[in-house]
């Protein structure tokens, strides 16, 4: 069904600009130096080997709602210019690969929050997954309740589970689930997610010939704009993408709070991989499964020596090292330590939102899946040595 509809879903950058301009009503997309960007990541889609139909249909949904999302926010400042005087507080930021837990703190952390979302009582503003994908309402939906955008993700994430139906065993996704801010970057079209999307290194290399900082300031001007919109105090933000971006986090969030979490990288890497080939046939056929592997463990390796050139960068008053393994083994004291290291309170009813949380989450309730270093071509002796200067630092 997917595939039949790709003649009318091209990866054409007129056409995607066309269509969010007559989908919106608008037609200021803001600075247009995203067009270099977005046309690089076109270019690096069509490289993609064994790209389908599907995929391209997928692809382009994807690039469309990034450039309405785009003139939906320059319309809403032009309304409201009000929204760029806002002052952020200074952001909790969980900085970790993917798999060290990133996701299971986040949601703890925001558990604490989920009796007052996004209202002044909370601790922190979160992302619910539905506001990452469509941040901004369209004018013609404005203050329709039940949301139409929580509609259209309690759709998303139906058609997802159908089709990749053993995603949740790796990342659980729910509407209303916190999510990362990696999906608000994507919008100014600099963003870590492109990679995890599809195998494209013509990208990859792009983006990381330049520096983000103009990006994590459009990200600051979306967190004002959907603080403006549904409130929220002092926000809680994760993605895997902040381990090689702390000097920019620092410069563009002064006072920045980080958690960064660790792990064993070899266990990391392998069930990262099954996460990122187990998707890619939704996009591609064959999957590259030992290309998809050989260049992940080369960007992991960048990403773990970018983070031991810079932690000194984050003072240990504003910064904390979480191993999984600790976190594992005392959850609610770890979330006690942050909440310490951020000058929050940790009150009892947060304490137990929390401790309700983790009732309903136990690692393992939905399944595992199991992996090895000889599923996708690797050499477990030869990950162990690439990691070794990470572990010894971190982990030893």
Request: aromatic fraction near 8%; proline fraction near 7%.
């Amino acid at each position: 069904m997917m595939a039949s509809m790709a003649p009318d879903c091209p990866l054409d950058a007129a056409v995607l600009h066309a269509k969010a301009r007559a989908e919106t009503g608008l037609d200021d997309f803001g600075a247009d130096d995203y067009r270099e960007r977005l046309d690089v990541y076109l270019a690096a889609l069509q490289e993609i080997p064994g790209l389908h139909g599907a995929g391209v249909v997928n692809f382009h949904m994807q690039l469309l709602q990034w450039l309405k999302n785009r003139l939906l926010l320059t319309d809403l400042l032009a309304r409201h210019p009000e929204i760029l005087d806002i002052e952020l507080s200074r952001p909790i930021v969980i900085a970790g690969l993917p798999r060290t837990g990133t996701t299971h703190l986040h949601n703890l952390l925001a558990a604490a929050s989920s009796c007052f979302p996004a209202q002044p009582e909370a601790t922190f503003r979160t992302i619910p997954y539905w506001e990452s994908n469509e941040p901004f309402p369209l004018p013609s939906e404005i203050g329709i309740e039940p949301d139409p955008r929580r509609t259209r993700m309690d759709a998303a994430v139906e058609f997802m589970n159908l089709v990749m139906p053993h995603f949740a065993l790796m990342h659980e996704m729910t509407t209303e689930h916190v999510h990362e801010e990696i999906q608000l970057l994507a919008n100014d079209f600099s963003s870590m997610l492109f990679e995890t999307l599809g195998f494209v290194p013509r990208w990859r290399d792009y983006y990381l010939s330049h520096d983000q900082t103009s990006h994590y300031e459009y990200l600051a001007t979306q967190l004002k704009a959907l603080q403006y919109l549904r409130g929220g105090r002092r926000w809680l933000l994760k993605s895997p993408q902040h381990l090689e971006q702390l000097p920019v986090l620092d410069k563009v969030f002064p006072g920045v709070v980080v958690v960064v979490t660790h792990r064993d990288p070899v266990p990391v890497a392998l069930s990262m991989l099954a996460m990122l080939t187990y998707s890619a046939r939704m996009h591609c056929s064959p999957v590259p499964v030992d290309g998809i592997a050989s260049s992940w463990i080369g960007r992991l390796e960048r990403m773990l020596d970018s983070l031991m050139r810079d932690r000194a960068v984050l003072p240990p008053e504003r910064s904390i090292d979480v191993r999984f393994d600790d976190f594992m083994a005392d959850e609610l004291g770890i979330a006690a330590a942050i909440y310490e290291l951020a000058g929050e309170p940790l009150t009892d009813a947060a304490r137990q939102s929390m401790a309700d949380y983790l009732a309903q989450h136990r690692r393992g309730r939905l399944g595992t899946v199991a992996t090895s270093a000889e599923m996708f071509g690797l050499d477990p002796a030869d990950l162990r040595r690439r990691f070794a200067p990470y572990i010894e630092r971190f982990l030893s």
